[in-house]
């Protein structure tokens, strides 16, 4: 099954595609590309992302698995503590000076459906050519059977 981003991330049906399992595929994709593209100024440095989630069924867990994926990718996290609303996610990306970040939504979606949309270090939504970069370190994370890194929330803390 092929994972695709469309208009601001990527969103599927929940329990149908959007399960634990593809969400930790997608949060190692987006690890591994944020770490990729780290400005020469920050290498050596630990980055930072943020993580947001709203009131869709599962959200506040999905955020945990993200969080987990890039706490054992050596990426610190902001993790919400409650529901928040996308921009106060992009709020906190540039308040903080954070890399990027994740918010789990589905946004406009029915809602059966849930999503990750993919933020840049602006807080706004992370460029076609980013979003097709992690898919493509999806695709190729799937082909070679690399499994997603994972770091117990306990321990990440």
């Given at each position: ?110 809602p059966r459906y849930n999503g990750i949309k993919l933020k840049s270090?602006?807080?706004?939504s992370a460029s076609a050519a980013i979003a097709k970069a992690v ?5 190729t994370n799937q082909t070679t059977r690399t499994s997603p890194r ?8």
């Amino acid at each position: 099954m092929a994972i695709q981003f469309g208009t601001d991330g990527w969103r599927a049906v929940i329990s149908d595609e959007f399960t634990f399992e593809n969400v930790r595929r997608v949060a190692q994709a987006i690890a591994e590309r944020t770490l990729a593209d780290l400005p020469p100024t920050q290498r050596g440095t630990r980055p930072y992302m943020v993580i947001g989630f709203d009131t869709r069924f599962l959200s506040d867990r999905y955020a945990i698995a993200v969080a987990e994926v890039f706490a054992a990718n050596g990426i610190a996290v902001w993790l919400a503590q409650a529901d928040a609303p996308t921009p106060m996610i992009s709020y906190a990306i540039v308040d903080k000076k954070a890399l990027g970040g994740v918010m789990i939504t589905a946004s406009h979606n029915p809602p059966r459906y849930n999503g990750i949309k993919l933020k840049s270090a602006y807080g706004g939504s992370a460029s076609a050519a980013i979003a097709k970069a992690v898919e493509a370190r999806i695709a190729t994370n799937q082909t070679t059977r690399t499994s997603p890194r994972q770091m117990e929330l306990a321990s990440a803390i």
